[in-house]
């Protein structure tokens, strides 16, 4: 079974640039999770989706982050315009469901992302 | 609204040596508890988790956790460590009622001394 895949897998940018990730889940899981990790603390919830719907979003930082998953599989994060603290590793993550509150999260590798 | 400590930054320990990784939650409503695994440039791998039933939980790789909720701890060990196991820990406590929210701890890098 093939697990959550992203790319790129390290970006470089300056700020106020913008940029984007992008997120394949694990087939048939229809929760997907973004996280934002800061170096030297824990993964931080971004947003939540179950299939195309938003179920949690309170900690994104809407005016310049943005996510989407149109068909309820892939998904894209975006930040525009970049700032020095966005500097993290963005991970993404998958279940079979979030309905059943004891499913397993699967993570990809993660993005690295450096603003500099 | 549900929190994670994890006390120790850094734990150093020689190879074949016992280890016990701590983990202290607080939540107002009864809670899951995780503990995951990041190994370099990798995303994070489910070790165990606690969801009801015995607090004695066993997970992959010869890790175990103990719930024990009047302490509100969930400490991670291993009775003989392998360089392998070098890596940082997370302990997690999710919501057990809903839409699944998890919060994670800062982590503890296990560093395993051949």
């Known amino acids: 079974e093939a697990g959550v895949a992203q790319s790129p897998r390290y970006k470089i940018i300056e700020k106020r640039q913008s940029v984007a990730f992008w997120c394949n889940p694990i087939?048939?899981?229809?929760?997907l999770y973004w996280y934002q990790q800061i170096l030297g603390q824990g993964p931080k919830l971004l947003i939540q989706?179950?299939?195309?719907?938003?179920?949690?979003d309170s900690q994104l930082p809407k005016d310049r982050f943005s996510a989407e998953r149109l068909k309820g599989v892939d998904s894209t994060l975006k930040i525009q315009p970049a700032k020095l603290e966005d500097s993290a590793v963005y991970l993404c993550?998958?279940?079979?469901?979030?309905?059943?509150?004891?499913?397993?999260?699967?993570f990809g590798p993660g993005t690295r992302l450096l603003v500099l | 609204a549900q929190s994670v400590t994890q006390l120790d930054s850094q734990v150093p320990v020689f190879e074949e040596a016992p280890v016990e990784l701590r983990c202290n939650y607080s939540?107002?409503?009864?809670?899951?508890l995780f503990w995951y695994v990041q190994y370099p440039n990798q995303g994070l791998q489910l070790l165990l988790k606690?969801?009801?039933?015995?607090?004695l939980v066993k997970g992959i790789n010869g890790f175990e956790a103990e719930f024990n909720k009047s302490q509100t701890s969930f400490h991670l060990r291993k009775p003989s460590v392998h360089i392998s196991d070098t890596a940082e820990y997370f302990c997690?406590?999710?919501?057990?009622?809903?839409?699944?929210?998890?919060?994670f701890g800062t982590g503890t890098k296990l560093q395993v001394i051949p």
């Open positions: 993550a998958s279940s079979f469901s979030s309905l059943a509150e004891k499913e397993t999260q699967y």
């Open positions: 087939s048939g899981h229809a929760t």
């Open positions: 989706f179950q299939n195309n719907g938003v179920v949690d």
């Open positions: 939540s107002s409503v009864s809670v899951y």
């Open positions: 606690y969801l009801s039933g015995s607090t």
């Open positions: 997690a406590v999710s919501n057990s009622g809903g839409y699944q929210k998890v919060t």
